[in-house]
């Protein structure tokens, strides 16, 4: 593998991370406030997170080993970046 693909793959996955992250915030607020229609909103944010997360690294997994361990450590960049409020 590259180190261009690779580091390609680790900033898709830090910008997925922080996509991933901000509708885990964003999912809460709208259950938690119990707005009309709020809560089922939320569980599609969730479910459409999750399958959105699945299958980027699912591509990731058919690339190789690398691909799939560097868009993982994206995401865990980018979750740091927004448990930190950087953005």
Same mark, same amino acid.
């Given at each position: 593998?590259? =180190?261009?693909?690779?580091? #390609?793959?680790?900033? +898709? *996955?830090?910008?997925? =991370?922080?996509?991933?992250?901000? #509708?885990?915030?964003?999912? &809460?607020?709208?259950?938690?406030?119990?707005?009309? *229609? !709020?809560?089922?909103? *939320?569980?599609?944010? /969730?479910?459409?997170?999750?399958?959105?997360? *699945? =299958? /980027?690294?699912?591509? &990731?997994?058919?690339? =190789?080993? +690398?691909?799939? #361990?560097?868009?993982?450590? !994206?995401?865990?960049? !980018?979750?740091?970046?927004?448990?930190? +409020?950087?953005?």
């Amino acid at each position: 593998m590259s =180190g261009l693909v690779l580091a #390609l793959w680790l900033a +898709g *996955g830090s910008l997925l =991370g922080m996509i991933y992250f901000r #509708l885990v915030r964003y999912s &809460a607020d709208l259950m938690v406030l119990g707005r009309r *229609g !709020g809560q089922l909103y *939320g569980l599609a944010l /969730v479910l459409m997170r999750m399958a959105g997360l *699945g =299958g /980027v690294l699912i591509v &990731a997994a058919m690339q =190789g080993a +690398g691909p799939l #361990l560097v868009a993982s450590l !994206g995401m865990l960049i !980018g979750r740091f970046a927004m448990m930190r +409020g950087a953005i």
